[in-house]
């Protein structure tokens, strides 16, 4: 079983509509992020978590909401989908700080 | 604030030349610098890290970097590349004043020809 879970692994909705993507992780980690790759623009963090009462926007949070339901559960949500988050999304685990990061094989969200 | 450069979006070799992977920092304290790569459907994978341990860091698959301070470099290679390295790499800096955050470079894809 894979240490980095994301659900769902491809997605395509509609303008307007509520999407929520889900990360689960069986490494331990306290740490968890939840980054979008997009072609040309590398990853870009959207929020992280050093632990569940411990939530801090990223780079380009506008448009995102984040839920940290327990140490191995991570959630992201698009309250209101428009085109431009279409988006390979990843959400990732560390241990600690400046640590490597540990990667799910992301979420392919496709907004129409 | 941190960033890195990755010099040419695409690079080509043949099987069993030389790898060169270019990736440039800037940052203002000491970093710490990754290499990763991702596979096409999958999420991105540690190739190697440096934490200012040796300059001269080994990773998976046979592959290394060489962090240069005089010249702002963490340039990655390997020297006989095989076709399964062909993927999408991935440099990335993070510093102690920003925590865990890692700012990645936009990506060098690798092809390797027969």
């Known amino acids: 079983d894979a240490d980095v879970t994301q659900t769902p692994r491809n997605r395509i909705t509609k303008t307007g509509k509520r999407i929520m993507l889900e990360c689960s992780q069986t490494?331990?980690?306290?740490?968890m992020y939840w980054y979008r790759q997009d072609p040309g623009l590398g990853l870009r963090l959207i929020y992280y978590?050093?632990?569940?009462?411990?939530?801090n926007k990223g780079e380009i949070s506008d448009g995102y909401s984040v839920s940290r339901q327990a140490q191995a559960k991570f959630s992201l949500s698009l309250e209101s989908a428009i085109p431009n988050q279409t988006a390979l999304y990843f959400c990732?685990?560390?241990?600690?700080?400046?640590?490597?990061?540990?990667f799910g094989d992301g979420t392919r969200l496709s907004i129409l | 604030a941190q960033s890195v450069t990755q010099l040419g979006s695409h690079v080509s070799v043949s099987e069993g030349a030389l790898v060169l992977l270019r990736c440039n920092y800037s940052?203002?304290?000491?970093?710490?610098l990754f290499w990763y790569v991702q596979y096409p459907n999958q999420g991105l994978q540690l190739l190697l890290k440096?934490?200012?341990?040796?300059?001269l860091v080994k990773g998976i698959n046979g592959f290394e970097a060489e962090f240069k301070k005089s010249e702002t470099s963490f340039h990655l290679t390997k020297p006989s590349a095989h076709m399964s390295d062909a993927a999408e790499y991935f440099c990335?800096?993070?510093?102690?004043?920003?925590?865990?955050?890692?700012?990645f470079g936009t990506g060098t894809r690798l092809a390797v020809r027969p």
């Open positions: 490494k331990g980690h306290d740490r």
């Open positions: 990732a685990t560390s241990w600690g700080q400046n640590q490597p990061q540990h």
């Open positions: 440096y934490t200012s341990a040796a300059t």
């Open positions: 990335a800096v993070s510093v102690r004043s920003s925590g865990d955050k890692l700012t």
């Open positions: 940052s203002s304290v000491p970093p710490y």
């Open positions: 978590s050093f632990d569940v009462k411990d939530i």
